[in-house]
């Protein structure tokens, strides 16, 4: 089995400019984040550009359903900043693809200690091999649906509706 992993963005993939206490982006963490996991299933990542998800639009969610469409891939992990992961995986879910696509991010940025990143793409990263086909969330050491999932911004989790 081979596993694609989108880089989109997000938190996730924010780097701390501590000279002017920002977050930005520069390179993705992800090469390393799969590395520091210990992946030992083929991976192929893609890089789309990286955003925050509150800048992405539509034609940025249409990327993202282009690079599935366009994956020889059956499983698809979406590295996706948290405030907009539910309206992307509700555009993947009308879709209806024949493949199952695994929607992960952070709360907290992969460099920053205590950072919730790796944890999460390890865990999406297990799901979507053995997740029938369909969209879904996968945060917080939990599986939503992709119709049946909100951000708690009050807790800093995801539930469900």
């Known amino acids: 089995m081979t596993l694609r992993i989108l880089a989109t963005g997000g938190t996730f993939d924010k780097h701390y400019n501590a000279l002017k206490g920002t977050l930005g982006f520069g390179a993705s963490h992800l090469p390393d984040a799969i590395a520091r996991a210990r992946i030992t299933v083929q991976v192929e990542l893609e890089q ?7 800048d992405m639009g539509d034609a ?33 879910g ?3 693809l024949d493949r199952t696509l695994v929607l992960t991010g952070a709360m907290i940025p992969y460099e920053i200690a205590h950072s919730d990143a ?9 799901v979507a ?16 649906a992709w119709d049946n999932v909100q951000k708690n911004r009050a807790a800093g989790v995801f539930q469900p509706l």
């Open 94 to 96: 009308a879709a209806k």
């Open 129 to 144: 091999q053995v997740l029938p086909a369909g969209v879904y969330v996968a945060m917080n050491g939990q599986i939503f």
């Open 118 to 126: 790796l944890f999460n793409l390890g865990f999406a990263c297990g």
């Open 60 to 92: 940025d969610r249409e990327r993202v359903l282009a690079s599935c469409l366009a994956s020889a891939e059956k499983a698809i992990v979406i590295v996706h900043g948290t405030d907009t992961m539910p309206e992307t995986a509700a555009l993947l």
């Open 48 to 54: 789309l550009p990286l955003l925050d998800s509150l």
